[in-house]
């Protein structure tokens, strides 16, 4: 008689996935590696998920529902903006996966948009006018993401590390500040 399929499998298979990325990042996932730390075999992986690609996507969700309760007690897009930047200096892999070098390849287009959105609705509840939203969510965000970037570049953070992340979100409030005073100016 057969065994009886474990229903714990493929949450398992992504857990070793993840406990992977986050100790090696991209190279450090390995079918093998993976189906070994589940304690099972690559044959199994391979009956739960079509291809390596499919194990990050679920590594990737369980990155990005760390990251969502990182910044769920935000009081603020420039509270978000910290703890965002806290989020990569503590969990730099899950930082680097959802959104460091290959974001774009590992991120459907429409999924990204959504995110974007999303950061935008907050951008507009700071009192932005909407024709000044998308310039804003912009910048702050390549300001933001620049500097968790520089931060992940560098093995642990330098001694410059708690001034740039001050100075980005100095930067970041100055801007939303200036842009939601615009609200009532014609442009």
Request: contains cysteine.
């Amino acid at each position: 008689m057969p065994r009886p399929a474990d229903p714990t499998l493929p949450g398992r298979i992504v857990e070793a996935a993840y406990a992977l990325w986050r100790k090696d990042g991209d190279s450090g996932v390995t079918i093998r590696d993976v189906a070994r730390r589940a304690g099972t075999t690559t044959p199994s992986v391979y009956a739960h998920f079509a291809d390596r690609a499919a194990i990050l996507r679920g590594v990737r969700m369980l990155a990005h529902d760390r990251f969502v309760a990182a910044l769920a007690k935000s009081r603020s897009v420039i509270d978000a903006c910290g703890r965002m930047l806290a989020f990569a200096d503590e969990h730099p892999r899950d930082y680097e996966l959802l959104f460091g070098y290959g974001f774009r390849d590992r991120v459907e287009a429409a999924v990204q948009a959504a995110q974007f959105a999303i950061f935008e609705g907050y951008i507009r509840q700071a009192g932005v006018p909407d024709r000044d939203v998308r310039p804003t969510a912009l910048a702050i965000r390549n300001l933001v993401h620049g500097t968790a970037m520089f931060r992940l570049a560098q093995d642990k953070p330098g001694p410059w590390w708690p001034e740039s992340r001050a100075a980005c979100l100095e930067a970041s409030a100055a801007l939303l500040e200036l842009r939601s005073r615009r609200r009532a100016a014609p442009r």
